[in-house]
């Protein structure tokens, strides 16, 4: 035991050293004038801002020296690398913005980037990449499985009774070298990226990291580099004892905040009588308007079905709303909705009904074309067949890859106790329909998995890799660096508990934790001010790099200056989902059908707080707290990323679970 405690300190003591020699052979394919927005944007203020922009794909070793226990392989793969250049003579700094996922690539991190250049003043070169295995940089694909085309058997959504061979195919495009892909090999980039790029090494290096992000950055602090001035972690993965498969009960957690807050403002609670004289909580209002369309029962004072909702997909009616729920729960811009649907699921009356109906309309088939709304699959990942749907789409591969190996519970809980989880509780994704997935990656090597027969005879290689000495283990702050965490109190996938935990775990005195009331998740992207269209979350970011890293530095001022949670829906947002201008009590305008499309209705208002898309379908924001750009998908898919990426037997139908990204964690987004 001594020996190998050695061996393990050792490795880390003389990593620096290691990866600057493997650093000093890099090859770059740039750099590349290119442009800071990969899709559109409805940015007018981005749109015309003048940067500086660099693009490039730099050769790393498939297997670096810090996973040369457990990786083998001479072959170098390429990483896709883009940088605003700071301006003049003053640019002193290196910032590093990273994305979640995992398995996302970094296009939603390019309307943070402008944001900081902007509130920096341009002295700072403002970076990002798509982390190994996404986007263009070596994305993990079927390519000769054809598991995810239009064609296969599940369309572009990888079933189960694919997932074997999509795993042989994978393992072969990568030399058998699981841990090529590992947290710790991402890390392994972003240090030598992060060192070596520098103008002559003398820039201060700040890295941040979004969701999944935190934990990549995490990695890095583990890795012990002396070049890095400051960590920031924006909705944060703790390090230890953190786990995916609990991906509900954290959602539960802020979803009971959330509830608590409608029960406590005067507006929200008055429309549930019951809720203010606490004979109902109105968690419990929700189970009951489970049990009843579960049950197909009348309710409401027409005893209507309330049909649209009842019956939106053949599996249970809950598991449906649940889900939709629970995607509005993480966006800024759409939770206020959330009282006013269940208001209207509880009364049921005819009128909800119609009401109900428009809105399952608008959310189903959102728009003609593609502007104003974006159909956000949850959780079914498709493998993109082209260049576009990459950056877009999280990497089912990867995200199954890491997520298995070292974010998961282990033995896996069985399929029937996290089901009899997601549905004890009123929101939920249902990760529940993971525990096959994982079962295949793993050869059914758990208890859980042996009811689950193969549904292939020609089982994989198991796609996991070896959990190194850096799991389950709390970082220490490197000398002569500082660690800032951002967290929303009201954040469902990087639960509130998560990162207190990781803050007091972490050793060392050089941190800071900042904390914004009712926000959801990554601050950067869901903290929308009264005025402008730049987040509160960002502002303080800036501050702390602008102060070197300094804590007593950080400013937060712009909290006063946040818009506030409100439940009252504006007449704008209500015509735009409901077809009425009163979200809970209006009845459905007989001119419906010939409201414009909302990206064209709304279009006049200009950028809001939170402003555009990370895909084609950018969508205008709103002064109503309407809209924001879009949350990035592997941010706000943090956890869900493979919920359904192998479940066959659910239908299209449900594994859409449509929500307008008319917010970026980005509001929709980065999950």
Known sequence: MFAFTVMVMRSVLFMPYCLAVAAATLRIDGWFNCSANTFPSWNARHNTMQVAVECALVELPLCHATTAASCRSDR??????????GNGVNVDKDVWVLQGGPGASSVAMEYMMLDLFTTTNGTANIYTMDHRGTGRSHPLECVAAQASTPGSVNGEAIAIDELPACIRDVLFQIDGQ?????????ATDLYVLSDELRPNGSHQVFV???SYGTYLVERVMQLGPSHIRGYVLDGVVAQVNHSFAQFDNDINAAGARFLDRCAKNAFCNSKFPDVVT????????I??????????QPGGVAESFCYPLANWTDTPPSHTLRRFLTTLLMNVNLRGMIPAIVYRLHRCTRQDDHVLAFLQRKIANPSQGRKGFTQLVLPTLRSPTVQGDALVEMNAMLYTLIVFSEEWTYPTPSVADLQLSFESQPFGLGVFDLVPAYCVATNFRDEACRSLSPLSKATPAPYVYAR???FNRSSTIPLHASVLFLSGTLDPQTELHHGRAEFAA????????VEFPDAPHCTAFQTPMLSGDIHCGVYVVSSYVMGRGRLDTINTTCMKKRVPLSFDVSPKVALAYFGTTDAFDGVLHVDTAAIVDVSV??????????????????APADKDGTFGSLIPLGIMLLAVGGVVVVKRQRSLAEAVTAIDVLAPCSELSGL
């Open 208 to 210: 941040y990291g979004a």
């Open 601 to 618: 209705a709304l279009k006049a208002s200009g950028p809001t707080a939170a402003t555009d898309s990370r895909t084609h379908d950018d």
């Open 506 to 513: 972490l050793r060392g005195t050089q941190k800071r934790w």
């Open 178 to 186: 699981p841990t090529a892909f590992s947290v710790t090999s991402a």
């Open 278 to 285: 606490g004979n109902l909580p109105l968690s419990n209002l």
């Open 76 to 85: 170098v793969i390429q990483v896709f690398v883009k940088r605003l250049l």
């Open 468 to 470: 190194d000495s850096f």
């Open 287 to 296: 189970m009951r308007i489970y049990t009843r369309l579960d049950a197909r």
